[in-house]
């Protein structure tokens, strides 16, 4: 296996793991709030790599025998007027997605992808690296603690009932 940056002969294996992550968040949602609408696929693809433009950022793939079997999405977007005020870290990357295909899972890659988004965003000297997860995946959840990260912020809801 190796880790390479992104290149567009690879966006039909991006497409396919990014719609395998949000069918498997979906599939956790009790509450059906998450789904996988027609246009997802494509969409939240050029969203993704709109944002990646935007933003400074670098998509890095797992690549076994030329297939991409895994993805991490790097941002490193701008601290706003409110975080100017409230913080005091100047620059934070951010994971936007993370993805193994299933048939790969426990055999290092998230680690590995993980540690080369680290990398990266040390040489462009963010201070932090940050990564929302969906709270009812817990076998992430706890990856993730492996990994040394620790638990920040917490979103809370409610539904509404007229």
Known sequence: MEII???PAYETAVKDLLVELQTYLAQLDPDH???VSDRYRDD???HAMAAVEKHGGKVFLAVCDGRAVGAVICLIPPYGEESKLTT??????F???????AAMRGKSI???????AETYFAQQHCAWMQFSVYARNTSALTFYEHYGMQKDCCYL???ITS
């Open 33 to 35: 709030i998450i789904i």
């Open 110 to 116: 998230g680690k590995t992808l993980l540690t080369r």
């Open 88 to 93: 005091t870290c100047p620059k934070c990357g």
């Open 157 to 159: 809801k409610k539904k």
């Open 95 to 101: 994971i936007s997605d993370l993805v193994v295909t």
């Open 44 to 46: 939240y693809f050029a």
């Open 5 to 7: 940056e992104y290149t």
